[in-house]
C-alpha cells in the first residue's frame, strides 16, 4: 500500500479535462513538495511537474499542478488520445525519510 | 543532454548479489546526486536510495539493510548492489537524476531501465 493516495483510473473523452488527486500526510505533501510523472507504456517515467505546479521545458502547458494541505492534483486539459498513461505523484516524506511516491493512476481516453 | 543507460544480469536466482551500473554521458555526475528506483510488472515505483557524485549516499529505510550504492567517477558510472535477492526484488531497475534536495523532491531525467527477474 502506498503511502500517497491516488484513484486508480480515471477516464474522459477527447478535449475534456480530467484530474488526478494525490493524498498525503503532513510529513510528505503537508511538509514538502510534491512533482508527478507521465509513463506511457512501456517507457520510462517522465517529469511533468516538480515543486507542485512548475513545469520543465518541453512539458505541454496543457498538464498544470497544484497542492493545499496535505493533497495535491494533476490537471490535464484538452485531453489527447496521447496523453493514455500511468501518472504518478511522489514527495518526500520527512518522517520516513524517505522519498514515497503514489500507486498510480491510469487516463483512459474515451 | 543528460543521458543515462543501465545495465545489470537480467536473470539471477535467490540469495544472490544483484549489481547493476548507470552509465551517465552528456555531464559529469560528480556535482549532481543520483537516484536507484524500481518498478515490479504491473506496480508502482519504488525509490531504493540516491547518491553523491562525492560518493555520500541515503538509501530507502525499507531496504537500507540490503542495498549499497557506489560512484565510479572516472567511468561517470554509479552503481547499485542489492544483496539476498529473492522474487520480490523481480522488477525493472530505473536510474535517474535526483534534484539532490529533500523538500523539492524529483526526478528530471530517467534512464530506460533494465528488467531484473529472480527466479530459481
Known amino acids: 500500500q502506498s503511502v500517497l493516495t491516488q484513484p486508480p483510473s480515471v477516464s474522459a473523452a477527447p478535449g475534456q479535462r480530467v484530474t488526478i488527486s494525490c493524498s498525503g500526510g503532513r510529513s510528505n505533501i503537508g511538509d514538502n513538495y510534491v512533482s508527478w510523472y507521465q509513463q506511457l507504456p512501456g517507457t520510462a517515467p517522465k517529469l511533468l511537474i516538480y515543486e507542485n505546479y512548475r513545469r520543465p521545458s518541453g512539458v505541454s502547458d496543457r498538464f498544470s499542478g497544484s497542492k493545499s494541505g496535505t493533497s495535491a492534483t494533476l490537471t490535464v486539459t484538452g485531453l489527447r488520445t496521447g496523453d493514455e498513461a500511468l501518472y504518478y505523484c511522489?514527495?518526500?516524506?520527512?518522517?520516513?525519510?524517505?522519498?514515497?511516491f503514489g500507486g498510480g493512476t491510469k487516463v483512459t481516453v474515451l | 543532454q543528460v543521458q543515462l543507460q543501465e545495465s545489470g544480469p537480467g536473470l539471477m536466482k535467490p540469495s544472490e548479489t544483484l549489481s547493476l551500473t548507470c552509465s551517465v554521458s552528456g555531464e559529469s555526475l560528480s556535482g549532481d546526486y543520483w537516484s536507484w528506483i524500481r518498478q515490479p510488472a504491473g506496480k508502482g515505483l519504488e525509490w531504493i536510495g540516491r547518491i553523491y557524485g562525492s560518493g555520500s549516499t541515503k538509501y530507502n529505510p525499507s531496504i537500507k539493510s540490503r542495498v549499497t550504492m557506489s560512484v565510479d567517477t572516472s567511468k561517470n558510472q554509479f552503481s547499485l548492489r542489492l544483496t539476498s535477492v529473492t522474487a520480490a526484488d523481480t522488477a525493472v531497475y530505473y536510474c535517474a537524476k535526483d534534484s539532490g534536495s529533500y523538500v523539492n523532491w524529483y526526478f528530471d531525467e530517467w534512464g530506460r531501465g533494465t528488467l531484473v527477474t529472480v527466479s530459481s
Open positions: 511522489g514527495s518526500w516524506d520527512s518522517r520516513l525519510t524517505s522519498g514515497v
